[in-house]
Structures are given as C-alpha cells and as structure tokens.
C-alpha cells in the first residue's frame, strides 16, 4: 500500500534527521567539529497519473561549511603565532634591559661616577679601588646582557626545530586523512569526520606558518607555502628541515617527491616566520649593538690610559679587555690590574689630573653603533632600549589585533558550522513529530486495510 510506504519513508527519514541531531548534540563541545542536517528529498509519483507521490528520502547529510570563513580562520591563526611567539622574548629583554640592577646606562655611568670621584684626590687608593670595582661590574653587566641574547638564540632555534617537527607531523596527517577521504567518498560513506579532522590539521599547520589551501573535486586539499613551495598534493607531502649552518644560523628547506627547495624562514609567517624575523630584525642587530658598545669603550678607555702616566711614573696599561662573541667574558678587567695602575696624570706630575679629566669626559664621546648610528657613549643603551621599545609595543598592537581577528573569524565560522544548542533542540522536537505523525499513518492505514478486509470476508 503507498500510503504506509509513504509513512515509513518519512519515518526513516525522520530518524535519520534525529540521528544527525543527536550527532551534533553530541559533538557541541568536540573543536572543529562541523555540524551535520539531513538533506530531505520528495520521492517523486510513478507513471500511473494517479499517484500523489512515494514518500520521501535522505538523499544525503549535509555539511554547514563555508570555505571563505575556513580560509579566514586560517589566516587569522597565522597572522596571531607570528606575532605570540616574538613577544615574550621582546618582553624579557625590555625588562632585564630597564632593571636598573642589570642596566648598561646604569653600570656605565657608575663607572664615570667612581672616575669623577678620584678627581678631589687622585692619590687615594679607596677612590681608585673604587673606579676597578665600577669597572668591574660594567663589565658583568655586559656579559650578563651577552648571555641573555645567546640564551634568547639557543631557545629561539630550539623552538624553531621542535615547530618543524611538529609541522611535519601536521603535514603527513593531512596527506594522509586527504587519501581516506578519497576511498571513503568513493565507497558513498559519509566523511565528515574525516573532514573535520584534516581541516584540524590544516588549522594547527596555519599557526606554525602562513598557508594557501585550495580544494580539489575529490573532497582532498592540497596545502602550500605562501610563498608557493607545496606541502601537500592530495596523498602526497613533502617533509620540512631546519639544518645548522656554520655561523649557528639555521637553513630551511623542503624536500618533495625527490626535490629539495631552500625556505626563506622570515617569510613563511606564522610561529616560525615571527620567530625569525625577532631574531633577524631585533635579537641579532641588538646583540651586535651591545657588542660593539662594548669593544669601543674598551678601545677608547685603554688608550686614553695608555696616553697618561701611572703614580710611580709609570705608562699606563689596559684596563679592559675585550672577546668578541666571548659570553661571559665579552668584557672583563685586566688580570693583575691594580689601584696605582690607572693612569690619570698626563705627565706624572704628583697632583696632576690631566688624563683623569680626559678619561671623564669620554662619556660625552660620539660613538657609532651599526643598527643605531652615531651617539654619545653615556646615550648609546638609552637609544637601543628606546628602540627595543618601540618593537615591543609594535609587536603588542599586532598581536592584539590578530588576536581580535582570529576571535571573529572563530565566531564567524562558528555562526555556519558551530553547533547552536537551541537550534538543535527545536529540531529534535520538530522531527520528533514527524516520526509520531508518520506512525500514525501507518497505524490509520493498518486500520482502514483491516476494515477492507472485514468488508471482504
């Protein structure tokens, strides 16, 4: 009888609908999960002429995607890891930078306070014990800063080499859930999950750099750099390397399908782009700033000694000495040097101050440094810790805004593929009725066939 097949259509088509629901309710707190709806269809009459219909069917679950608001996603999650990653290391350093216990500006200028000091009496040892304890610490001062830029370099490349593993991961995950979901489209299977899951993959790849994804008729999609390079093609994906080169920089290049391309790191966004350009653009031009500050008040303060004469008559000798790229021994005192080694008379007359003087006025010396330019030497950490601030709050606005975006665009996607607890509930009710108003059919249809078989008998 059509009418009780026709009821049965609808139920089933109910239950299915119910199922999908069920699903989505289910998944409300699953991330990435895309919500689910059954696609109803009306079967259509037969060839009769007096037929209404033959019920209804299921013709397929539909998925609530939108690939622009996907995309979007995408984006907005790498444009957020390029500038999350940077900004602790910008924040430690803007912080040992200003302490006043760790200050270049600081320890500088308590090294020309202890050598103005001796001025009033150049013949006191105290005084001028003073002045090689003040130079002293000037010197850990630097090396104390040295070491925090090479421990910034050490944990920024050690970061760098775990996010390509864990990129590579991400890479060999979604080639292969692209294959499954090739096989299990052809087999008619739904693949949603599948889907979900390589689209996770996708999201996780696009914090650790900036990505293009463009979708293929097969249901799989093929991922690649911005910058072109691919990194998946349907079941196939190539594998990312960050090698150490000899000055301790670090190579990246890909290798697919047997071909190996260097990577220009600063450019690839994302984690691994905003690491690199921190350490291309700000760690390594201040590292060499401090460097350089370093080597030329050694050169300035040990030949204006070696210009001057010792108490006992003496030349004078180095007070500093400098070790490019040395750590913790970037800048240290001379070993052996003593009080009645500095030099603060021009000819050894007793009383005479005439280097003194010149020793205290270096600290109004031009100097110039390369990412800075020409600057007094008492002016030079003021100018790179102004620097370092201003790349700081510029670093702070971008992640603030890319942060805002990557909100939006979770809530934009969320608003087509989210599940809305609401939404779900008025459609269990409203395919809840469907069922019971299909078995009601089905239940008249039983009664008027056994009334027309009573009629029979």
Known sequence: MTIINNALSGALAAQIALSASSHNIANLQTKGYTRQSALLMTVGPDASGRSAGNGVQVTSLLRFSDNYKTQAMWRANSE??????????????????????????????DFF????????????????????????????????????????????RQQRSALVDAANVDIATIARLNKQIIETQAGGVSASSLIDARDQAIDDLSSKMALEVTDNGD??????????????????????????????????????????????????????GG???FEINTLLPLQQDVDELAAQIATLVNDQLAAGVTAPGAPGAPLFVYTPGGGANMLKTAAGFKAEDLA????????????????????????????????????????????????????????????????????????????NEDEEAVKLVEFQRMYQANMQVISIANSLFDATLAMMQ
């Open 344 to 419: 603060f008379s021009s000819d050894g007359t007793p009383g005479d101050t005439g280097n003194l003087q010149k020793l205290a006025a270096l600290k109004t010396t031009p100097i110039t440094l390369t990412n800075i330019g020409t600057v007094l030497l008492s002016d030079a950490d003021t100018q790179m810790l102004g620097k370092l601030a201003v790349d700081s709050k510029i670093n702070k606005a971008g992640l603030k805004t890319a942060e805002t975006v990557r909100v939006q665009s979770i809530n934009d996607w969320q608003s087509t593929s989210g599940v």
């Open 219 to 272: 249901g799989s999609r093929d991922v690649s750099l911005k910058s072109g390079q691919a990194l998946v093609i349907g079941s196939m994906h190539g594998t990312l390397k960050a090698a150490p080169t000899t000055d301790s920089q670090q190579a990246f290049s890909i290798t697919f399908a047997n071909s190996t391309f260097a990577l220009d790191a600063s450019k690839m966004g994302g984690q691994l």
């Open 80 to 109: 957020q890891g390029m500038y999350s990653q940077s900004q602790p290391y910008l924040t430690q350093l803007e912080s040992v930078m200003s302490d006043a216990s760790a200050s270049l500006s600081a320890g500088i200028d």
């Open 275 to 277: 690491l690199t350009q």
């Open 113 to 156: 306070k202890a050598i103005n000091a001796v001025a009033g009496d150049p013949g006191s040892t105290p005084l001028r014990q003073q002045v090689l304890t003040a130079a002293g610490l000037m010197g850990e001062r630097f090396n104390g800063l040295n070491n925090v830029f090479n421990s910034q370099l050490t944990s920024v």
